[in-house]
């Protein structure tokens, strides 16, 4: 499997109808499954046998989409979960608890930005900011003796700044710690943080994966790589026998490849709640089977965008990896070399003002707190996702407040070029 190529895996991966089976992956939209006997279900809550028995833990639809979410990535295991908050949430909280540390990238969506610095140090959980530019002696630095984790993004969201996904992976490990990297705007179509050392990814699957704007959904998938037991006194919650499952101890029953999501499973999903419903799921994969279809369409219609944008006298900064110009773009060519995304950020000379009057004017482009799908939308950060944040922290994460965020759909980029034109007139 391993071998086919990312487009055969976008449209085959994760489910094989056996004789006469459905060849559209059913969706399984019962809440609960039934068994013969107690001791047949009693194997499952234990553990012991691998099966369904209520959809807030696991559901076949949803198996199969994770699974070819899993082997998009490189991946040993992956679950689905109702969004991407969930899913960040999720990666982090699955090894962190009261007491652990974090050190995150400056440079990541407002959601996550939130979780992280406000509702996570609620719960006890420390953060350090780092810039994604740092170098490892600064990276070096933020680490404490409690730290647990470290957190970036790929194609940070709005910002789109490229992470160096090796050099953060190589000070994680050096500090017996995984590094788990957003992978939502380049989706593994035209990036697979595994292969760069990342050792979880997550997604949230609402934007391009799904692609069309009609689900909400997440995923975090694990590489099967990190070695817990290497670092057994970090994480207890793998390496130390769970007595809400009968003492099993996640990293030995279940090895490297499934202990990470076999808890996040168990435990998070059991408590927590936060399951993708199998009607979302279904229509998550439908997206998913034209996934490496729709990239390039969206990475050539932004490249296009963002060089006009770039030569227009009313612009004062275009932020695009693919633009030569672009302080990132020789680790977009690392990362990315068929291009990251359709997501564009601008400055308008004019500032919060000028931007505002810029997206009244569009007519394809709608304003919308979106990106990612297959219609072009934009968005003032700022005065939107961002607006929780001061302007201090506007500024660390590369958000200045006359920013405009605009997402290139799979319209013609000849329409789109004409009606961001008038506009700017
Ligand atoms: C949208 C987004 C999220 C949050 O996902 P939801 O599905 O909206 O919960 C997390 N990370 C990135 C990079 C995003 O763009």
Redesign the pocket.
């Known amino acids: 499997m391993s071998q086919q190529k990312i487009g055969t895996k976008c449209v085959q991966a994760g489910y094989t109808p056996g004789n006469g089976e459905p060849r559209q992956i059913p969706i399984i939209q019962s809440t609960t499954f039934k068994y013969d006997t107690s001791e047949d279900m009693g194997k499952l809550f234990d553990l012991e046998a691998s099966g369904y028995f209520y959809t807030r833990l696991q559901n076949p639809t949803n198996d199969h989409v994770a699974a070819k979410i899993a082997a998009l990535e490189g991946g040993t295991a992956a679950m689905l979960t109702s ?6 949430f999720f990666a982090l909280f699955n090894i962190c608890e009261c007491g652990s540390h974090i050190v995150a990238s400056s440079s ?2 407002g ?2 930005f939130n979780l992280i610095a406000v509702t996570m140090v609620k719960m006890g959980i420390e953060v350090t900011f780092v810039s994604p530019d740092s170098t490892e002696e600064e990276l070096n630095a933020a680490f404490k003796e409690n730290t647990r984790a470290v957190f970036g ?1 790929t194609i ?2 709005p910002a789109l700044t490229v992470l160096d996904i090796e050099k953060f992976a190589k000070v994680a490990h050096e500090h017996g710690v995984p590094l788990i990297v ?1 992978n ?2 380049p989706t593994p179509v035209n990036c697979r943080p595994i292969e760069w050392g990342a050792d979880i990814v ?6 391009y994966m799904d692609g069309h704007g009609a689900a ?3 995923v975090v998938v694990d590489s099967g790589k990190f070695d817990w037991m290497a670092h057994a006194d970090k994480f207890p919650g793998l390496t130390q026998p769970d007595e809400s499952y009968h003492g099993i101890v996640y990293a030995e029953k279940f090895g490297k490849e499934g202990a990470f999501i076999t808890k996040c499973t168990a435990q998070l999903m059991r408590d927590f709640g936060c399951i993708q419903s199998p009607q979302n799921a279904f229509i998550l994969n439908l997206g998913l089977e034209s996934l490496h279809v729709r990239m390039p369409k969206h990475v050539e219609n932004g490249l296009a965008v963002a060089k006009f944008l770039e030569g227009h006298d009313k612009v004062a900064k275009v932020s695009y990896p693919g633009l030569e110009s672009d302080p990132y773009h020789e680790l977009a060519k690392k990362y990315l070399p068929n291009g990251g995304c359709g997501v564009v950020s601008f400055e308008l000379k004019g500032g919060r003002e000028a931007a505002e009057s810029f997206m009244k004017k569009l007519r394809l482009a709608a304003i919308e707190t979106h ?2 799908d297959a219609r072009t939308c934009c968005l003032n950060p700022a005065t939107s996702t961002h607006r929780q944040l001061t302007d201090e922290q506007l500024e660390a994460a590369g958000i200045p407040a006359g920013l405009v965020r605009l997402s290139c759909g799979l319209e013609d980029k000849e329409d789109l070029i004409a009606d961001i034109a008038n506009a700017l007139q």
């Open positions: 969004s991407g908050q969930a899913a960040n990541i969506y959601g996550t993004e940070a969201n957003d939502t705007f997550t997604h949230s699957t609402t934007k909400v959904g997440g990106v990612a």
